[in-house]
């Protein structure tokens, strides 16, 4: 090697760094931005807690939200998902930085009875100039693309203690829904037996009595189709909590209703925006198409590799590392011509990011809809319970007044059968419209992640 051959190295580099002086930036940053409204329709004042199922003040639901948090399947694979990430992040940053390598060897040749040995040994060193920002940009892109994973495992989360939350007082409605079928099945058989007394002297006609007996029958069937649903909302609760639906039994200290506080302060959306954790992983996604489309577009400029090597070879092992030769290397490669390849990546690349805003964009919109859904159904179910409160009370003098009659003989049996059949069906809408409001409270708290996790750890757990 030539004692110029440095200085050629020094010269070449030196006017390739002016070149790149001179290109313009080729990443591109989100610049899009997705409509949101100025603030939600209503909100409280009240701030969640930071385990956000800690706002219904139950301690049986705390300890299935642990229980789930730590044993569900889903999200080991999230954290297993969030690892990989990483790990592609660290790889594609490595290409970044110097590679080292080091080998040597040994051999024996035999020729005419002789024999002679050979011992090599190499140290070489290799660095691609990163001029354009292409490895930085595809090492930002997996950066990115490990961060939205990390979002993902936080909206995994919250999906599971959401649905956890859900099915548990599903649950417990449908309990409440079992005890009042069987009171109510109890009552008709009852005043079955009381008409038939009256069938037998003769006072009333037997159809009266079948009707009965059909509306006994009836709140039968119902309460085994209750049951049946029970058992389903079992087996849903427990494959969220990973385990099979026959270990699975209600707390003991489960409570029998649950009272549903005051409205949260849900916030603004400009600040829902970055809390929630779907829409943040959905926004670095677009970030990170941006990096992959500046990378693609790198791939139009020249590659600088620079490589050095120390090689030592000697024909006896006391000598192997005493002599070496040193080289200098400098690579330039410039892409003239590759039949369109660089263009259609950088095309796809671009239309990569553009399904990838467009599918923020639509996140968003879907996600404003959820929160104005849950508050919507809230203020709805809320005038619902009112009013089926209030019919109850009519009801439940309708029937008392005509069954009074009836038994007097002043009124018709159809009457009696009617008034009772409508009171019973008020009472289950009155169940069904009390866990409602709980049931909404859970889908506004999720719609707006409020009171979501903490920062997970480096492994993704999230603690309760």
């Not at 594609?92 to 024996?108: D, F, I, K, N, V």
């Not at 590759?338 to 095309?347: N, T």
């Amino acid at each position: 090697m030539t004692s110029s051959l440095p200085l050629r190295l020094v010269l070449a580099g030196a006017g390739i760094a002016v070149l790149a002086a001179c290109t313009p930036n080729t990443d591109m940053p989100a610049r899009d931005a997705a409509p949101v409204p100025e603030r939600f329709s209503a909100s409280g004042d009240g701030a969640l807690p930071s385990r956000w199922w800690r706002h219904f003040d139950d301690p049986a639901l705390a300890a299935l939200e642990r229980e789930a948090l730590a044993g569900s399947f889903s999200l080991a694979g999230a954290r297993a998902r969030l690892r990989r990430a990483r790990a592609l992040a660290r790889l594609e940053g490595a290409a970044q930085r110097p590679q080292l390598q080091a080998s040597s060897g040994a051999s024996t040749q035999r020729s005419d009875g002789q024999s002679s040995e050979r011992y090599t040994g190499s140290l070489t060193a290799s660095f691609e100039v990163d001029l354009w920002g292409r490895l930085a940009s595809q090492a930002r892109a997996a950066g990115l693309e490990a961060q939205a994973s990390r979002f993902d495992l936080r909206a995994a989360a919250m999906t599971l203690s959401a649905e956890v939350a859900r099915t548990y007082y599903q649950l417990l409605s449908q309990r409440e829904t079992i005890e009042l079928l069987r009171r109510q099945r109890d009552l008709n058989a009852r005043i079955a037996d009381l008409i038939e007394v009256r069938f037998r002297n003769g006072q009333v006609t037997a159809d009266e009595l079948l009707r009965q007996r059909q509306l006994t029958e009836q709140t039968g069937t119902t309460l085994e189709q209750a049951l049946g649903e029970r058992d389903r909302l079992r087996a849903d609760l427990a494959a969220l909590l990973g385990r099979p639906p026959q270990a699975l039994a209600l707390p003991e200290d489960a409570p029998e209703r649950v009272a549903v506080p005051s409205l949260p302060d849900v916030g603004v959306p400009s600040a829902w925006l970055r809390r929630r954790p779907d829409l943040r992983a959905a926004f670095l996604r677009v970030r990170s198409a941006d990096a992959t489309v500046a990378a693609s577009i790198a791939e139009r400029y020249p590659s600088l590799d620079l490589s050095a090597s120390l090689t030592s070879t000697a024909v006896s092992a006391a000598r192997a590392f005493e002599d070496w030769v040193r080289e200098l290397a400098a690579s330039l490669t410039l892409p003239l011509y590759q039949g369109g390849a660089i263009s259609a990546r950088i095309e796809r690349d671009r239309a990569a990011r553009a399904v990838a805003f467009n599918d923020y964009a639509q996140t968003v919109v879907e996600a404003v809809a959820e929160v104005e859904q849950a508050l919507s159904a809230a203020r709805a179910d809320r005038r619902v319970l009112d009013g089926l409160q209030r019919q109850r009370d009519i009801a439940e003098r309708v029937l008392t007044q005509l069954r009074s009659r009836y038994f007097n003989g002043a009124a018709d049996y159809l009457d009696v059968l009617d008034a009772q059949s409508r009171l019973q069906d008020i009472e289950r809408q009155l169940v069904d419209a009390r866990w409602a409001l709980v049931l909404d409270r859970i889908a506004l708290i999720r719609a707006v992640a409020g009171g979501a996790f903490g920062e997970p750890t480096d492994e993704g757990d999230e603690q309760t």
